[in-house]
């Protein structure tokens, strides 16, 4: 198990994590195998999307805004309900699966960090499990 850090530097942020993650699998020395990606917080979570234009993720943080805007009438008294439950909606994990010692992501794919509660210090914990 490798545990990567990320320090965020917005209230919002997404932050690619592809090529630490593949660090990881690649200094395992797995050919064959899954990678599990976890983010063990609950105003933050892991996802599998484009990273090649930046437009997406603009896109999917206006989305965001307006599907759980920051501001509403929220019970939770910590002030953070929206960065809760866009976390709960999009999820703390991803398994990702190794061949040749290599993730096997489309062309297109990137792995993300999403905060939504920053700016922050994050921990992601990367599991890689041999066949």
Not at 25 to 47: D, I, K, Q
Not at 52 to 64: C, E, Q, R
Request: glycine fraction near 6%; charged fraction near 25%.
């Amino acid at each position: 198990m490798a545990v990567i850090k990320v320090r965020t530097t917005k209230h919002t942020s997404f932050v690619n994590i592809t090529n630490q993650v593949r660090e990881v699998v690649r200094a395992s020395g797995v050919r064959s195998g899954m990678c599990l990606v976890y983010v063990p917080h609950t105003t933050a979570c892991v996802f599998i999307n484009e990273g090649a234009d930046p437009d997406v993720i603009k896109d999917i943080t206006y989305s965001l805004e307006k599907i759980i805007p920051w501001r509403d009438n929220y019970a939770h008294s910590e002030g953070n309900s929206a960065a809760h439950i866009r976390s709960a909606i999009i999820g703390n994990s991803r398994v990702i699966p190794i061949e040749d010692g290599d993730l096997v992501l489309g062309t297109w794919e990137a792995i993300f960090l999403a905060e939504f509660d920053g700016p922050r210090e994050r921990k992601i914990i990367v599991k890689v499990i041999e066949d």
